[in-house]
C-alpha cells in the first residue's frame, strides 16, 4: 500500500509499503554565538546521531525512514532559522516564505519544464534579495523586534496569496505535483550529506571573523557598534544566510512532499519551525536539527490518534521550554555537561586583533569640534545651535540641568543619532553622516551611562571583541592585565564597579583618541567613584587622549574637568575653568537655581 506522510507545508507523499494508518497532523508550533560547550560530549554526540542516522535505512521500516526524510528536510530549515534567531538574535515569525521559495522552484520548473538549476538558482536570488531588504529595513528603523516580525509575516502572506491567485502559474490552492521517485533509500541519504555539508560549511563561518562580530551584534549591538563593528551588515548577511539555507531546505522537501501547495508560505509551518528551534535548541546545530526531527517524529506516531490532544502537547511543551529552559534541550544539555551555565565564547579568529580602520594621521587643533548643531524630538528642541571644541588631550565636561540635551549631543557625537542640523568634524574630518562603528576606526570611544559589554562573555573575550577592529593595536596598561588573564566567568555576573572598569578596559583595548563618557560614575558608591575618577585622570595622562563626560556629580567634575561648558535650553550658556563657571550668575540663575 502506498502510504502519504503529512508535512506542515502540506501533503508529504512518500511511496512506501506499509500497513500503517495515515497519519495526519498539523502541528501547532512557534522560535549566536559560539557556547563555551564541552567540546568532546559535543562531537561524540554529533557522531552518534550521524551514526545513527546512516543506519536507519537498514533498521527502520520504509514509513520510519520517509518520516525522518522528512524531519531532516524540516532539520535543515530549522538550522536555517536558527542562523537567524539564535545566532543573529532577529525573530522572523514568516521564515516560511524562503521556505515555499525553494518548494516552488521545483514545483514551478517541474511543471513549466524550466531547467531545475536555473528555478533553484532564481529562488535563492529572491529569497536573498527579499531577506536583505526586509532586515535592512527593520535594522535601520530604530525600533528592536516589531518591524521584522510584522514585515516577515506580511512577506510570508503575500507569497501565499500570489501562490494561490497565480492559478495559471501556480495551480491555485490545488498545489502543484513534484515526482517523488525513490526518495526514501538514495534521497534519505543525500538529505543527509546535504545537511552535514551546510553544517559544516556554516560551522565554519561561524568560527571565523565574521563569526565573532556576529556574536556581539546579536548579543549587545550597541557595543559591537561600539567597537568598531558594522552590526548592520553583520547581521543581514546572516539573516539572508538563513533565507537561502531554508531556501534549499524548500527545495529539498519538495520531492518528499509530492504536492506543493500554497499552505507551503503558511503560518503553521513559521510557527512550527519556531517551536522546533526552541524546543532543540538555538545555537546549536545538532539541537535544532533533532528538535525538528524528534517532533516531526512525533507528530506523524502520535498526530494521527491524539490529534489535538499532542497539538496541546506541543504548545504545553513550548511554553514549559520558553519558562524552563530558555536554550532548549541543547542548553539544558550545555548546563549539565559543564555543571553550571556555561559562558558564551567568542570565536578564536579574533586573537589576532587589529582592524582594518585607519588611524587619524594628522594632528588637527581640534578632536572634536561642533558647529551649530540642532536636533529636535517632534515639536521639542533640545539642541538649538550648540558650538563646542575638545581639543586633544583636554577633558570637557558637559553639565547642565536634567533635560538639558546633554546625552543627546554626546549620542550625536558618537552618531548613534543623527542631527538635524550642524556640523560634527573629528579629527578635523567631517563625519556628520560617518556610521557609528566607523567614527570607532576614526578614534572614538565611548562609554554608557549604564555599562554596556557582552554581558554573556568572560571579560577576556569582552577584550579580544574590542581589540579586534581597533585601528590600532594597543596593549593594555598593567592596571588591567587581570581583565586579560582573569576568571572565565560572564562579565554580566561582575559587580556595577567591575563592569564598569571592565568597559573602560574595552574602551582603551580600541586605542581611542576622543573618549566619550556619559555620568561615567553613575549608580556607583563614593569610594568607587572616586577609583573610577582616578583610573580616568591616568587614562587621560597616558594616553594623551580628548575627553568630553557628561557629569552631574560636581566634585567628579572638579577633579577631572580641564574646561567646563554648560549646557541650558539647547544652549551653551558658560564655558571655562570649574571655578568661573561657579561663579556664573547665569549658570547659578540656570543650573544651581539661584541668582
Ligand atoms: N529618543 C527621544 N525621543 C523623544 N524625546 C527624547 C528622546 N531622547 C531624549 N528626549 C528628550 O530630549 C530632552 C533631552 O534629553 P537628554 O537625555 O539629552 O537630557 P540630559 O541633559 O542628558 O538629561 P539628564 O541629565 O537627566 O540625563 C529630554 O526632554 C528628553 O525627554
Redesign the pocket.
Known sequence: MSERIHGNGGDVAADVVSDRPTPDVTAVSTGALRRGRPRGPAVAATALVLLALAAAPFGLSAFAVATLTLGLCYGLFTYGLDLAWGRAGLLSVGHAAFFGCGAYAVALSEEHGVPLAFALAGALVAATVIALIVVRISLTSGIPDAPLILLTLGVSLLLQKAATTLTPLTNGSNGLTVSTSDVVTTYYRTLIAVVLVVGLCTLLIVRSRFGARLTAAARNPERAAQSGIDTVRVRSAAFAASAAVSTIAGALYAPVAGLISPTVFGLGLSTSVLVWLAVGGRESTLGAVFGAVALTTGQQILGPSWQGWYVLGLAILFVLIVQVAPDGLAGLARTWLSGGTPTVKLPPATAKGGGSGTPPQSGPDAALSLQQIAKS??P?R?LDGVDLTVRPGRCVCLI????????????IVAGQ?AADAGTVRIFGQDASAVPVHRRVRMGVGRMF?IPSVVTELSPADNIRLARMEAPVRADLPQDYQDLVTGDTTAAGTLPLADRRRLELAMVLAGSPRLVLL??PAAGMGRQDARRLTRELKQVAERTGCAMLV?E?DMDIVRELADDVVV?HGGRIIAHGPMDEIVADAAVREAYLGRG
Open positions: 524630538f517632534g521639542v533640545v547642565g540641568p536634567n533635560g538639558a540635551g546633554k546625552s543627546t549631543l554626546l549620542a543619532l551611562q556619559d555620568e557628561v552631574h549646557l
